[in-house]
T-cell receptor, first 117, second 112 residues
C-alpha cells in the first residue's frame, strides 16, 4: 500500500490552456474524492466517485472542469481553458466505505499545485 | 452539516499536551466529529473521530462534551512534527455523501 498518488506534484500553465491531473487511490478503496484548496483556506469538496460512478458534483465544479474514473481505478481531473482563479492545490482522497461505516477515514494524496500565469 | 468554530492559532511547548478546542453547537444526533491535520505542503491526515464517547488512538485523544456541542483534541506530548493546521469537522455519514466540509482550522505551532 503506497497511499494515494497524485501526478504531477506541480503544474504551471498559461491562461487558456487545458490541464489534466491524475490520481491513483489506494487499490481496494471504492470511493475517490477531489478537493480544491486555495491559500489560507481549508480544502473544498469538488466531486466524488463510488467505483466508476460520479455521484456528486459541487457547484464549484464549473463546466470547464471534468472528472472521470474509468473502470473504478485511477481518476483524472481536467480543467479546460484555465483561468488565473483556478490556481490552487488540487487534492485527491480515497476511502473504503462498506455498509455505511464511518470508521473508515479518508486518505489524502499530497496534491497537485496548479499555477496559472 | 453543522458548522464548527476553532481558534485561528495556538502555541504549545514541545513535550507538553496540546489541547485544541472546537465548538459545534448546532451538531445533530447523527453527526460525527472528525479531526484531520495538514502539515505544510501535504494533504490532510486523518487523526481521530467520535460520535458520543471519548476516543483515544495512537495519535491523540478526543473528548466530546456530554451535550456534544464542543470537543477537544488532545495531543498528549506535542513534538515539533505536530506543527500543522488542525481541522475539526462535523459530518453526517449518510453512506451516499460522506464528503467532509473543512473550515479554516487551527494553526498549531509547537516550539522548543
Amino acid at each position: 500500500d503506497t497511499g494515494v498518488s497524485q501526478d504531477p506534484r506541480h503544474k504551471i500553465t498559461k491562461r487558456g490552456q487545458n490541464v489534466t491531473f491524475r490520481c491513483d487511490p489506494i487499490s481496494e478503496h471504492n470511493r475517490l474524492y477531489w478537493y480544491r484548496q486555495t491559500l489560507g483556506q481549508g480544502p473544498e469538496f469538488l466531486t466524488y466517485f463510488q467505483n466508476e460512478a460520479q455521484l456528486e458534483k459541487s457547484r464549484l465544479l464549473s463546466d470547464r472542469f471534468s472528472a472521470e474514473r474509468p473502470k473504478g481505478s485511477f481518476s483524472t481531473l481536467e480543467i479546460q481553458r484555465t483561468e488565473q482563479g483556478d490556481s490552487a492545490m488540487y487534492l485527491c482522497a480515497s476511502s473504503l466505505d462498506r455498509d455505511y461505516n464511518p470508521n473508515y477515514g479518508y486518505t489524502f494524496g499530497s496534491g497537485t499545485r496548479l499555477t496559472v500565469v | 452539516d453543522a458548522k464548527t468554530t476553532q481558534p485561528t492559532s495556538m502555541d504549545c511547548a514541545e513535550g507538553r499536551a496540546a489541547n485544541l478546542p472546537c465548538n459545534h453547537s448546532t451538531i445533530s444526533g447523527n453527526e460525527y466529529v472528525y479531526w484531520y491535520r495538514q502539515i505544510h505542503s501535504q494533504g490532510p491526515q486523518y487523526i481521530i473521530h467520535g460520535l458520543k464517547n471519548n476516543e483515544t488512538n495512537e495519535m491523540a485523544s478526543l473528548i466530546i462534551t456530554e451535550d456534544r456541542k464542543s470537543s477537544t483534541l488532545i495531543l498528549p506530548h506535542a513534538t515539533l512534527r505536530d506543527t500543522a493546521v488542525y481541522y475539526c469537522i462535523v459530518s453526517r455519514f449518510t453512506g451516499t455523501a460522506s464528503k467532509l466540509t473543512f473550515g479554516t482550522g487551527t494553526r498549531l505551532q509547537v516550539t522548543l
